[in-house]
């Protein structure tokens, strides 16, 4: 089995979100990274379960500068054979999406996985456009996942429930909570993950079709109304009244 | 110029989900003065209804392939093609998620996920959505020909703004799928938490899985949705499907009651958008207490069964 993930990074989940040159950028002083939870977690631990079953290796990719080492690094020593940057800054989903179809586009993955989105942007895209652009089967939101004789079978969240699809290999996959336990790198991990081949190469220009032109933060809200413990019926008195949410 | 919206029955019938996304796309339509086109599975007498919420037409399509995202991709794209739209509007649930991706490949076009409002087309199309979390909002913009947007719950307010259409039904033969459906299981009886107006939700502070009953009774009283805080996920108190945050399901109900749940910016960050929270905890120091409309400090193990008996009380009133 030739697994790749796709790993990206997003700002440490306590960071202070801020904007500078009249709102228009992202504020990223004093801002640390992390690999993206769902990629960390999930996508790249299930890949680590299946090559422990099955045999054969797995690849982290990600397109980003040369700062995004730091998460790459981690991901190797997570348990990663070898790993590949696209020099480049990720843009947009679609750009994204388009560096890795073409790095996997001659390599045979049979199976690349991705979060299910970032915490970040949350946009959730680029699994379903790499799909696309390797015409394979795409299967989203997946809380388990069996291989078994070059095929799989997943099991993809959806509201209220869940759907149990399968599909032959090669596949596409997006996963979310419950696929795999979080691990977390030991001493000897860190250590190999030195040594591990970390390619470098370089992007395809590809279109964004969309930018951000600007943030704005939501409003503040106006403080807490405190009811007293011993007096519930004035507190659905005020949730009926005053919020009209009873 | 066309906007087509696609909508999803499941057991041929339609959620709130998708009547929003028909306004919306109903009001794009008007905005870039064009046609509403819906694309749906829905059989056609229950398709032709969402000319009520502004289609001007319907194409409808019976097929046991939903499941199939390359599937439901290829029979949006002939839609499309056929009503030469240049705006296509799907709904953020899991099925516009795992869609949304491949047929921005497939038509060429920009997307945004998880529009919070009506795009803006004075001087090029924008549209806002929540970031960093729901921390911030942000503006994009899109630069392509084709544009998909997916829009967030309470996008756009319902409105009965027209009269029943006839559906025509759209010639699917020759889209096939390439993943097979071994089985659906849905939780019968119970608002899925991305759907749910009401939410009582639940933390540490409860000290156990055995004293869950006390906030099955209070969401059974209003008829909400349960939810929990990550480590109580984690630790199997509580199933997967209930952890709300940064990294579980994000959500935005009317109503979000927060019992012995610390507030911490994680599981905020997936719960502030809630309309209103109420926050029951005993440590008038919580974090949580900063982001609440209402607030109660006290031992949720007296608070909670109290408030139920007050609601009780309101209910048969
Ligand atoms: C990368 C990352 C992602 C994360 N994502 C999420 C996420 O998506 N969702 C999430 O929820 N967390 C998330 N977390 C975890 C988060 O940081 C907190 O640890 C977690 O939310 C705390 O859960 P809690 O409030 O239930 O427990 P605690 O923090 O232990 O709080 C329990 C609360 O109960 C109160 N309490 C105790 N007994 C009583 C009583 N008898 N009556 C009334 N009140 C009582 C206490 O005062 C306390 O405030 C994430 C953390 C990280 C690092």
């Given at each position: 089995m030739n697994l790749l993930v796709c790993i990206s990074k997003t700002p440490e989940t306590t960071s202070k979100i801020g904007f500078t040159d009249n709102n228009t950028?992202?504020?990223?002083?004093g801002v640390q990274y992390i690999m993206n939870p769902y990629d960390e977690w999930y996508a790249l631990v299930k890949a680590l379960e299946v090559k422990e079953a099955l045999g054969g290796t797995v690849t982290v990719i990600n397109v980003g500068p040369a700062a995004n080492d730091v998460i790459i690094r981690k991901a190797l020593a997570i348990g990663a054979d070898e790993a590949v940057r696209v020099?480049?800054?990720?843009?947009s989903a679609v750009f994204v999406a388009q560096q890795i179809a073409a790095y996997a586009k001659?390599?045979?993955?049979d199976m690349i996985l991705t979060g299910k989105?970032?915490?970040?942007?949350?946009?959730?895209l680029v699994g379903g456009m790499v799909a696309e652009l390797m015409g394979t089967p795409f299967m989203s939101f997946v809380s388990n996942l069996d291989v078994a004789d070059g095929k799989v079978t997943a099991t993809c969240d959806i509201e209220g429930g869940v759907e149990v699809i399968s599909a032959s290999l090669p596949v596409v996959v997006s996963a979310s909570k419950g696929l795999a336990e979080q691990r977390i790198p030991n001493m000897r991990g860190i250590m190999m993950a030195k040594r591990k081949p970390l390619n470098v190469v370089e992007a395809q220009s590809a279109d964004d079709h969309v930018s951000i032109k600007g943030y704005t933060l939501p409003a503040e809200k106006s403080g807490v109304k405190l009811v007293d413990a011993e007096n519930m019926d004035e507190l659905v008195r005020l949730l009926h009244e005053e919020a009209k949410a009873l | 110029m066309s906007v087509l919206v696609f909508v999803e029955a499941i057991n041929n019938q339609y959620k709130k989900a998708a009547f929003e996304a028909v306004c919306y796309g109903a009001k794009v339509a008007e905005m870039t003065q064009g046609d509403c086109v819906v694309v749906t599975n829905g059989s056609a007498d229950v398709a032709g209804?969402?000319?009520?919420?502004?289609?001007n037409k319907v194409l409808s399509f019976q097929s046991?392939?939903?499941?199939?995202t390359a599937f439901v991709t290829q029979a949006i794209a002939k839609a499309y093609e056929q009503c030469g739209a240049k705006q296509l509007v799907l709904c953020d649930n899991s099925r516009g998620k795992s869609i949304a991706g491949r047929l921005a490949i497939k038509l060429g076009a920009g997307v945004v996920t998880g529009a919070e409002s009506l795009p803006s087309t004075d001087g090029g199309m924008t549209v806002q959505r929540g970031v960093f979390s729901g921390k911030a909002l942000a503006t994009y913009a899109y630069s392509s020909d084709n544009n998909i947007i997916s829009i967030s719950r309470n996008a756009t307010p319902i409105v009965e703004s027209g009269s029943a259409v006839t559906a025509e039904s759209l010639d699917i033969s020759g889209i096939s799928a390439a993943t097979q459906l071994v089985e659906v299981k849905r939780v019968e009886g119970t608002i899925p938490l991305p759907e749910a107006e009401l939410v009582v939700s639940a933390g540490r502070?409860?000290?156990?899985?055995?004293?869950?009953g006390i906030i099955d009774d209070l969401a059974d009283v209003i008829g909400a949705t349960t939810a929990c805080s990550r480590p109580v996920s984690d630790t199997g108190w509580?199933?997967?499907?209930?952890h709300v945050g940064q990294t579980g399901i994000a959500i935005k109900p009317n109503l979000y009651i927060a019992i012995?749940?610390?507030?911490a910016i994680q599981h905020l960050a997936g719960v502030?958008?809630?309309?209103t929270i109420v926050v029951i905890n005993k440590?008038?120091?919580?974090?949580?207490f900063k982001a609440a409309d209402y607030g109660v400090v006290g031992d949720l193990f007296d608070v909670v069964p109290r408030l139920t008996e007050s609601i009780k009380k309101f209910k048969s009133a």
């Open positions: 950028t992202f504020a990223t002083d020099d480049a800054e990720p843009k001659d390599k045979a993955y989105e970032t915490i970040d942007y949350s946009g959730g | 209804e969402l000319g009520k919420y502004g289609a046991d392939n939903m499941h199939d502070g409860m000290k156990g899985p055995e004293n869950w509580r199933p997967h499907h209930e012995g749940i610390s507030g502030n958008s809630s309309k440590d008038p120091e919580a974090p949580f």
